[in-house]
C-alpha cells in the first residue's frame, strides 16, 4: 500500500470556535483564564461557559507537568488530530459518512488515544521543547473513572470530537492523564488517507525541528 506524505494531503483541522452551536473556524482569542480553549467573540465564550466552567482551569493553578502538556499540545494539534483518526480507523468506518449519518462516528466516544511524553535531555528553549512522543495506545475511556460521564457528554456536544490524553512517563510514579477534548473538520471526500507511519514521522520531525530551532 502507498503512502501519502502528510505534509502534503493534510486532514483540515482547523480551529473552530469553543461554542459548539458556532461552525466559525480561524483563530480566535483563547479563554483568559485555562489559556486552552479559543473563541469568536465574548458571547460564545458566555454561551459554552456552562459546560466549560468544569474544565477551566486557571493557568497559574495547573501543575508544571500539565503547562508543558499545555505547550506541547499546542504545537502539534493538527498531527494528533491526525493520529486519533488513524487510530479510530476513521477512513475505513466514518469518511464516507454524509449528512446525519456521520454520528455514527459517536460510537468512538467510549475510546480516547492514550499518549506517553518522556522528558527531553537537554530541550532546547520553549515549554514546547521540554517533552517528546514515545508510545501511544487506544484505550477505553471507562479507565479514565469518575471524569468518564462528563468527558463522553463534552464528546457529544462538540461534535465531531476526540479525545487524546497525555501522560509524562514517571518510572514507578502514578499515572497521571491530562485529557484534552479536540473538535476536527470533517475531511472532505477527496482528501486521502495519511497513514499512521506517516503521521508518526510528521510528529519525530516536527518536535526534531522545534528542538533544533530552539537550540539556534
Request: proline share 5%; with cysteine; aromatic share 10%.
Amino acid at each position: 500500500m502507498s503512502h501519502h506524505d502528510v505534509s502534503s494531503t493534510p486532514v483540515p483541522t482547523g480551529s473552530r470556535c469553543g461554542n459548539p452551536q458556532c461552525r466559525l473556524a480561524g483563530d480566535f482569542r483563547r479563554c483568559g483564564r485555562c489559556k486552552m480553549r479559543s473563541y469568536c467573540s465574548t458571547a460564545c465564550q458566555q454561551l459554552d461557559w456552562s459546560l466549560h466552567r468544569q474544565w477551566c482551569t486557571p493557568s497559574s493553578e495547573a501543575s508544571h507537568d500539565e503547562r508543558l502538556i499545555t505547550k506541547y499540545h499546542a504545537k502539534h494539534r493538527n498531527l494528533y488530530i491526525a493520529f486519533v483518526l488513524e487510530a479510530f480507523d476513521f477512513f475505513t468506518h466514518f469518511h464516507h459518512l454524509d449528512g446525519d449519518n456521520q454520528t455514527a462516528f459517536n460510537r468512538t466516544n467510549v475510546y480516547f488515544l492514550h499518549v506517553l511524553l518522556t522528558r527531553v535531555e537537554n530541550p532546547g528553549r520553549g515549554r514546547h521543547n521540554k517533552l517528546e512522543f514515545s508510545a501511544a495506545k487506544v484505550r477505553s475511556v471507562y479507565e479514565l473513572g469518575d471524569r468518564r460521564e462528563s468527558l463522553q457528554q463534552r464528546l457529544e456536544s462538540r461534535f465531531p470530537s476526540i479525545l487524546i490524553g497525555y501522560t509524562v512517563f514517571e518510572p514507578l510514579s502514578e499515572v497521571r492523564v491530562t485529557t484534552i477534548t479536540m473538535q476536527f473538520e470533517w475531511p472532505p471526500s477527496n482528501i486521502q488517507r495519511p497513514g499512521m507511519d506517516n503521521v508518526l514521522r510528521a510528529i519525530y520531525d516536527s518536535e526534531a525541528a522545534l528542538q533544533a530551532a530552539g537550540r539556534a
